[in-house]
């Protein structure tokens, strides 16, 4: 970071410190491996049936991305100095005159590329309601921490940091985030799958239907002696009924009822790339999961392949990047959950996949079924080729692998894709 970006991010977060103290809105902070960006939009709509939102934009989760956010402004990632000027002036601007329209509530997520950076964002908003997702066994961003005990110890720090009045939204499927709660004397909200949680999800299924836009995610939510059924059409897979506890919890935690939480969950609209369902050439679908990758996420949407018993399955798999040591052994690891999927194509991008590519190929997976591409420009045409009607192809990889232009060549409208 150069002199100009450090002045301009310390000066920045400090104006969104004095915009903290001036206006007191409530924090929701989120933090965790996968699902924050998911989980930050499911709690927005559960919020703002009580308050009025502002929620970070796409997933700005550093220190900048959140002291614009709570500044108010776009964050187009432009360099000039000019646009900055008029950033800090907006925040200053809040601080002169009291703005009677700010939010009521602040939605954020908190990333972590590196040790102390949570704690840099717990410094500009402390958190009144932390939200831990989950953190995989191998997690995204590694290669910037000694194991994997430095990584949760990284996202422990929101708990750490959490106001003692406030409350812990914790992940009870994961023993080790649920340990957090010995951080903080905060109320602690325990979600999962677990019957022990104290927001339950139970009966989950996946409906399938012959027109898979017709399919469906079914649930039944419980909460001490309150239970309710839920169902939504085309919002698919485990990591969104998770994202959906957070939002439930973080309803109960403002002291809203199961039902309202539920029905703010009804219009829940997907963010471009995370499996989003999209109609394909030769009249195949698609899940468009391709805005990023971590071990965790792939397993849950190769879990979500599995429920779809009647389609040939096509895996097109892009290099999982900052991994670290762990690169290797990630890549080999997702063999097992392919061929638990009942995939029959699998496409590798990029040299990380060979070794997915040689573990499929030593647990017996026909090697004629196997593809191989430097990157996605050159594997795009061939793709084509592959595709059968009725096909169902999930595309999935580190952002920087550029699936889209695949995505792009075999969606049946590519200029709807975003």
């Known amino acids: 970071m150069n002199w100009k970006a450090k002045f301009l991010t310390i000066l920045s977060t400090f104006i969104a410190k004095l915009i903290i103290y001036k206006y007191h809105p409530l924090v929701i902070a989120i933090t965790g491996n996968v699902g924050k960006s998911s989980t930050k939009e499911a709690v927005a709509f559960v919020v703002s049936q009580k308050y009025s939102v502002r929620k970070n934009e796409l997933n700005y989760n550093t220190e900048i991305g959140a002291a614009l956010t709570i500044i108010g402004v776009e964050q187009?990632?432009?360099?000039?100095?000019w646009v900055w000027l008029n950033h800090l002036w907006t925040g200053v601007k809040l601080l002169i005159h009291r703005q009677?329209?700010?939010p009521q509530a602040l939605i954020l997520?908190?990333?972590?590329?590196r040790p102390g950076d949570i704690k840099k964002l717990c410094r500009i908003a402390r958190p009144d309601i932390a939200i831990v997702t989950n953190i995989g066994n191998i997690p995204v961003h590694i290669e910037y921490f000694e194991d994997i005990d430095k990584v949760y110890d990284e996202k422990s720090t929101i708990i750490k940091m959490l106001k003692s009045s406030g409350h812990a939204i914790l992940n009870y499927d994961n023993e080790k985030i649920y340990n957090f709660r010995k951080f903080t004397k905060a109320k602690i909200i325990s979600y999962g799958f677990d019957n022990d949680a104290d927001l339950h999800a139970s009966n989950y299924k996946i409906e399938t239907e012959s027109?898979?836009?017709?399919?469906?995610?079914y649930m039944r939510f419980e909460y001490k002696n309150y239970f309710a059924?839920?169902?939504?059409k085309q919002i698919l897979g485990k990591?969104?009924?998770?994202?959906?506890?957070?939002?439930?919890s973080t309803g109960l935690a403002i002291d809203?009822?199961?039902i309202d939480c539920l029905h703010a969950l009804e219009n829940y609209e997907l963010l471009p790339g995370r499996l989003n369902l999209v109609p394909g050439i030769k009249n195949s679908y698609i899940f468009n999961d391709c805005y990023n990758a971590s071990p965790l996420a792939i397993e849950n949407s190769l879990n979500l392949m599995s429920d779809f018993q009647n389609n040939r399955k096509v895996f097109v798999f892009g290099d999982m990047l900052e991994l670290g040591n762990?690169?290797?052994k990630a890549h080999r690891l997702l063999a097992k959950n392919i061929i638990n999927s009942n995939i029959k194509i699998f496409v590798g991008i990029g040299q990380r996949t060979k070794f997915t590519i040689e573990s499929l190929e030593k647990s017996g997976f026909d090697k004629n079924f196997i593809f191989h591409f430097d990157n996605a420009t050159e594997a795009r045409l061939k793709i084509q080729d592959l595709i059968y009607p009725g096909d169902l192809i999930l595309i999935k990889g580190s952002h920087s692998m550029h699936l889209e232009i695949i995505l792009k060549e075999i969606a049946f409208d590519p200029d709807s894709i975003v």
């Open 76 to 81: 187009s990632g432009s360099s000039s100095i």
């Open 100 to 102: 009677k329209n700010y």
């Open 109 to 113: 997520e908190y990333g972590a590329d």
């Open 211 to 217: 027109d898979l836009f017709d399919s469906s995610m």
């Open 229 to 232: 059924p839920f169902e939504i």
């Open 239 to 248: 990591g969104f009924a998770y994202a959906f506890m957070c939002a439930i």
């Open 256 to 258: 809203m009822n199961l």
């Open 326 to 328: 762990y690169s290797e």
